[in-house]
């Protein structure tokens, strides 16, 4: 389930613009069953805890995506 936190959020934000702000910044910003991490430059770290924020607190979760995680335990 992890995996899916960064695949959208009710901004409306899709998975592909969250990945292209964060290659923009030249960062990273991954899901896992452990939580949510990222990393920056310095100069981008406000910028990207705005989108981790969002992320984690506007989360769009794909109903398709959900059902594929709780049947693959």
Do not use: C, W
Request: no cysteine; net charge positive; glycine share 10%.
């Amino acid at each position: 389930m992890g995996e899916l936190l960064t695949s959208g959020t009710r901004a409306p934000k899709t998975k592909q613009q969250i990945d292209e702000q964060v290659d923009g910044m030249g960062a990273t910003l991954a899901g896992s069953s452990d939580g949510l991490y990222g990393s920056s430059l310095k100069k981008h770290f406000s910028h990207l805890m705005d989108l981790v924020y969002e992320v984690n607190h506007q989360r769009q979760l794909p109903a398709e995506g959900v059902r594929k995680a709780k049947t693959a335990r």
